[in-house]
């Protein structure tokens, strides 16, 4: 069994940060309120989905010193490409001259953590190196006078790059989906985000949950195995929930929603890219990534950190 590992990440964020404070100028909201019911601070937007996912790709590239000739796939998951088509993915892949493919994948939230686990399918049946992005601009999606929504969402993109290894560093995933939720969050052809907050925070938290559970079983672990949980950011008080449903102290929850607000495909390898840069996440450490998404659509990983030294 051919095992993968990522050797190089990175992130970016738009320079133009909105606080609360300045979305309470025309909207019937307050700091405190947001901050309270979800923990976020502000949020980074602008810049379309290509150009923060080549900004992402490119440093995860430089992290690990490779160029796009050493890339046998790009693959950049988002729900908010720049064109209906191409995929976002042919920005990139002419932007960083990737050698190999190129195509898109859209699992909404949990696009990411879908593409992390395809990468390490492509390379079990032969690619040796594949760069994941996780990218997306929902600030243009958001109707700026919904407080229901435009509290919620920011910009943002993050990458990895994934290649064979002798050893498999994907200790266990699970994907999953019901297509019957969604109904509870959407946007249109045209239209702005609409979603039922509180049937997606139930819902999320119910599925996520059983989805971590049932990605430390396949990895025959237990939450004492984790050394930190990597999970989605849609709203600090869902994490909470989902620590509090597996048994995960939330010390060990990385969180980066404060600053990012949800950035949807971003969030996770945002979340990595900056516990990985503040020192908190050390090699051999294992990781509990966790992600769910309009659809709804859900994903977890435990994956053994192992970068090359
Ligand atoms: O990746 C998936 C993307 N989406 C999500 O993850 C969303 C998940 N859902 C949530 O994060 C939460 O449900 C929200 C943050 C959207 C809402 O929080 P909540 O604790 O579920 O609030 P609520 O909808 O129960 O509203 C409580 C009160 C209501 O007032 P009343 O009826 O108690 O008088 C709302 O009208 O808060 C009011 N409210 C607000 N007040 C100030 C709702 N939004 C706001 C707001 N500012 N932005």
Known sequence: ????????????????????????????TSDEWIR?????????VGGSTGDMSIRAGRLALEQCGLTGEDIDLVIVATSTPDQLMPGTSAVVHDALGIRGGACDMQAVCSGFMYALTAANGFIATGLDRVLVIGADSLSTYVDWDDR???ILFGDGAGAAVIER???????????????SSRHIGFTDHGGYINMDGKEVFRTAVR????????????????????????PHQANVRIIESIAKHIGLPMEKAIVTIGETANNSAATIPVALDTAVGDDRIKPGDVLLMNG?????????????WQPPT
Do not use: C
């Open 292 to 304: 769910f998404g309009f659809g709804m659509t859900w994903a977890s990983a435990i994956i053994r």
């Open 207 to 230: 599925a996520a949950s059983k989805s971590a559970k049932k990605a430390l079983a396949a990895a025959n672990m237990t939450i004492d195995d984790i050394d930190w949980m990597v």
């Open 148 to 150: 229901n929504t435009a």
């Open 36 to 44: 309270e019911r979800t923990g976020i601070r502000e949020r980074h």
């Open 1 to 28: 069994m051919t095992g993968s590992r990522i050797i190089g990440w990175g992130s970016y964020l738009p320079e133009k940060v909105v606080t609360n404070d300045e979305l309470a100028e025309s909207l019937d």
């Open 165 to 179: 290894a002798d050893d498999q560093t994907l200790l266990a995933f699970d994907l999953g989906a019901d297509g």
